[in-house]
């Protein structure tokens, strides 16, 4: 049945249930005639009576109970549907999957959406580990998270942490009898742990800057991991110097399990963004997930 005659039967369901097309006119905002002509239309075209009428009262006819049984339940399964999504326009609810790197899944979106997870339980929140700059779009994802210099320029962007600022480490026990690297050329003569990433199935390379010199060295070691932790771990057991985020490595520093090595190359980039298509259609759940990771500390000069 094509879909312009649905008001007809629309218009059918009101007058049965009533019993009167006088208040079926009321309920659906129309004149009597106009509804009177409506069902006659519609019983023309059936080839088929629905209606009894007489001067007291209007009965439903055999075909047309039977109608009314079939129709009448699938329409309030509608409506019902309709009201329930109505309802999520103002609710926060519902799933939002996100893509990043391991460093800012543990330390800027955990610490940052626990309070949101705790306040709306049914918001639901999944977290892709990734280094492979993946496509959020086509992935299906809400939002993906990288640095900002990262992000392309057809996203929109939203701050969420600071500048990170990356460190060489390594541990006493490996830096014994060696001579420490002083710039990058120096790590060519040292056991290096190496990241993995799934782009190309290539090695990070490790980035320095000193004075507005920039350089990207290449190291070779015996580790190599598609994760931080990892390597952390192998620079914490003395298997060689690791390339890290500054605060993954700060507590193991401050305690002697680890030192610095070329502080004065340590980089510093832009530190991560949220990043997403549209803000067409945003749910108010992602609202509030927006909100609750927004970095709200000093920004850069």
Request: proline share 5%; charged share 20%; hydrophobic share 40%.
């Amino acid at each position: 049945m094509a879909r312009e005659n649905y008001n007809d039967l629309l218009a059918f369901v009101a007058v049965a249930r009533e019993g009167s097309f006088t208040r079926a006119a009321a309920q659906l905002g129309v004149s009597q005639s106009a509804l009177s002509h409506t069902i006659r239309a519609l019983e023309t075209r059936l080839g088929l009576r629905l209606l009894t009428r007489t001067t007291r009262s209007v009965s439903a006819t055999e075909a047309g109970e039977r109608l009314m049984s079939s129709i009448a339940p699938r329409f309030e399964e509608i409506e019902a549907e309709l009201a329930a999504l109505s309802s999520l326009k103002d609710k926060p609810s519902g799933t939002i999957r996100l893509s990043a790197a391991e460093h800012a899944a543990n330390t800027v979106l955990w610490p940052g959406l626990l309070k949101l997870a705790e306040d709306y339980p049914e918001i639901n929140i999944e977290i892709c580990v990734d280094y492979g700059l993946t496509d959020i779009v086509a992935g299906r994802y809400d939002a993906g998270v990288r640095l900002g210099d990262q992000v392309e320029k057809d996203m929109i962007a939203v701050r969420i942490a600071p500048d990170l600022r990356m460190a060489v480490v390594g541990s006493p026990g490996y830096l014994a009898g060696r001579r420490r690297p002083q710039e990058p050329a120096d790590l060519a003569a040292h056991e290096c742990i190496n990241l993995r990433l799934p782009t190309h199935g290539g090695l990070m390379s490790w980035e320095f800057e000193r004075d507005g010199h920039k350089v990207k060295a290449r190291v070779e070691g015996q580790w190599t991991f598609n994760s931080s932790e990892p390597m952390l771990r192998a620079a914490l057991q003395g298997f060689g110097l690791a390339y890290l985020p500054h605060d993954m490595v700060q507590a193991h520093v401050a305690s002697g399990a680890l030192k610095h090595v070329m502080k004065s190359w340590s980089p510093t980039f832009p530190g991560y963004h949220l990043y997403y298509a549209s803000r067409r259609q945003a749910s108010p759940a992602f609202g509030l997930l927006v909100e609750a990771l927004r970095y709200k500390g000093p920004h850069p000069c």
